[in-house]
């Protein structure tokens, strides 16, 4: 069956730039997390949906970071007034709610502030 | 929550089995060991999990002692394909969602 899936898979963006990124989870999955992860570091938990519940915002880096999910299903990640900082690969991840830690991740994007 | 500890890196031949331990010794009874892998360039990729009981999968066995305090991850017939860093995490399955890897296992596969 169909995977994560994300786009763009790659976004190079000028300084101050907002940009959008888009999830598309398995179908089915109840649970949705966005990460991301620096060139060689590990992950960094950003954000969490389930289902109607209010989203888990606790590892959003900055108020420039916000993120929806609409119809329970697609979601997507903005960055306002992008800074360098913020280059990095952007995962996007999704589960059953039963298995949390069973998650199914996308390709990423790969973000570029230059 | 458990930490674990993994080798470093390994070299496997391709073909042969690739067993891959991990140390988890103050894992508590209702955690889980999950083993994730990362192919360089690719979002990471969920292999197996278990709770006490030696698991199976198309992609790989997944066995732990019965103290719980190690496993190993079996790939039974590496690939090239296989080269990746691969990551042994536990967690409480329904309520641990933010993932954190360590450094993990770099396990390079060669022909």
């Known amino acids: 069956g169909a995977g994560v899936s994300q786009s763009p898979s790659n976004k190079v963006t000028e300084k101050g730039k907002d940009v959008e990124l888009r999830c598309d989870p398995i179908s089915g999955h109840t649970a949705l997390y966005w990460y991301r992860q620096s060139l060689g570091q590990g992950l960094e938990f950003l954000i969490y949906?389930?289902?109607?519940?209010?989203?888990?915002k606790s590892g959003l880096p900055s108020d420039r970071f916000s993120a929806e999910r609409t119809g329970g299903s697609v979601s997507t990640l903005t960055i306002q007034r992008t800074q360098q900082e913020d280059s990095a690969v952007y995962l996007c991840?999704?589960?059953?709610?039963?298995?949390?830690?069973?998650?199914?991740f996308g390709p990423g994007t790969r973000l570029t502030v230059t | 929550d458990a930490k674990t500890t993994q080798p470093p890196s390994m070299d496997c031949a391709e073909g042969r089995a690739a067993n891959l331990p991990c140390n988890h010794s103050t894992i508590s009874g209702n955690e889980y060991v999950y083993w994730y892998r990362q192919i360089h360039s690719q979002g990471p990729q969920y292999i197996i999990h278990g709770l006490k009981n030696n698991e199976t999968n198309e992609m790989a066995s997944l066995i732990i002692t019965e103290d719980r305090k190690s496993s190993t991850l079996i790939l039974p017939h590496a690939t090239l394909r296989d080269t990746a860093v691969y990551y042994c995490i536990v967690s409480l399955r329904s309520n641990d969602y933010k993932l954190s890897f360590g450094a993990g296992t770099t396990v390079t596969v060669r022909a």
């Open positions: 949906f389930q289902g109607n519940s209010a989203p888990d």
């Open positions: 991840a999704s589960s059953t709610d039963g298995s949390r830690s069973e998650q199914y």
